[in-house]
């Protein structure tokens, strides 16, 4: 059994709700772009099943993969209906997601701070 790394954890979590927001936030600014493809991250826990070992970068110049962003796709046009200028963002339902977001962030950042806490007593005993 591996030991939890729960500031690694949530430090990943942190990172996949910013780009989380990043994508809602360009969905809203395109709502009403014709042609336009609402975008959506794969869900949290999908996203760690695929992160894994990756290559180390050895050298300031080399380049690091964000596996993060890769998980961006455009959303099944069959879920959500498609305006006739051929956009498909839901405004209610971003505007919904930024709400979800909220809560998750102040989520983690609540459990970042209890688990600090908790540190701090055990190491002042």
Same mark, same amino acid.
Do not use: C
């Given at each position: ?9 949530? %430090? ?12 809602? /936030? ?5 709502a ?13 826990? /999908? ?8 290559? /180390? ?8 993969? &964000? *596996?993060?962003? %890769?998980?961006?796709r455009?959303?099944? %046009?069959? &879920?959500?209906e498609?305006?006739? %200028?051929? =956009?498909s963002? =839901?405004?209610?339902?971003?505007? *919904? ?29």
């Amino acid at each position: 059994m591996q030991p939890i790394q729960l500031f690694e954890l949530t %430090s990943k979590q942190s990172h996949w709700l910013s780009v989380r927001q990043t994508v809602v /936030a360009g969905n809203i600014a395109n709502a009403n772009t014709p042609g336009y493809a609402a975008r959506e991250v794969a869900p949290f826990d /999908a996203v760690l099943e695929q992160t894994g070992v990756r290559m /180390a970068a050895t050298h300031p110049r080399h380049i690091q993969e &964000d *596996s993060l962003r %890769s998980a961006v796709r455009t959303q099944n %046009s069959s &879920d959500v209906e498609v305006l006739p %200028s051929g =956009n498909s963002v =839901n405004l209610p339902e971003e505007m *919904s997601k930024t709400g979800e977001i909220k809560r998750m962030y102040e989520l983690n950042t609540g459990m970042v701070k209890a688990f600090h806490r908790m540190m701090l007593m055990t190491v002042r005993r």
